[in-house]
């Protein structure tokens, strides 16, 4: 992959992928798991950079859609607890993604992958809190969510 990732093409690639190989990336336990799995490699060469496992662990629970809302305010739509979103900012690796995973399979949001592409591959406090202040930036009908 170069230096500049394209998340999109790497979702266009996953849509693409046969039914049994989305199969074995959908049941890796931890991101660090995905090295031992062949249809990761098919998806991103052998760059194995950990930023591209944690992008390949949640990519089989977020759809593409161009100009789709940030994560946290699909999260917030779907009426995910903040409880279980503060699971994963106040968890560490891989502990915090395994709990994005988790509310990305409940939520099965349609996500911009140019926006959560990044935000995965260079995962950081900064990134777990604007995930959060997009979760509080959508309204919501019942305050005590």
């Given at each position: 992959?170069?230096?500049?990732?394209?998340?999109?093409?790497?979702?266009?690639?996953?849509?693409?992928?046969?039914?049994?190989?989305?199969?074995?990336?959908?049941?890796?336990?931890?991101?660090?798991?995905?090295?031992?799995?062949?249809?990761f490699y098919r998806l991103i060469g052998a760059d194995t950079r950990h930023g591209w496992r944690r992008v390949v662990y949640c990519l089989p629970w977020a759809e593409h859609a161009s100009g789709a809302a940030p994560l946290g305010a699909s999260f917030a739509q779907a009426k995910v607890s903040e409880k279980r979103l503060f699971q994963v900012i106040r968890s560490q690796e891989p502990n915090d993604l395994i709990q994005l995973r988790r509310l990305l399979?409940?939520?099965?949001?349609?996500?911009?992958?140019?926006?959560?592409?990044?935000?995965?591959?260079?995962?950081?406090?900064?990134n777990k809190r604007r995930l959060l202040e997009d979760f509080y930036r959508m309204p919501r009908a019942v305050a005590d969510h």
């Open positions: 992959m170069s230096d500049k990732p394209d998340f999109v093409a790497l979702w266009q690639r996953w849509s693409e992928l046969e039914p049994g190989r989305k199969a074995e990336l959908r049941r890796v336990r931890v991101p660090g798991d995905l090295t031992e799995v062949p249809a399979q409940q939520a099965r949001p349609k996500v911009d992958w140019t926006q959560l592409g990044p935000q995965l591959y260079w995962w950081s406090d900064d």
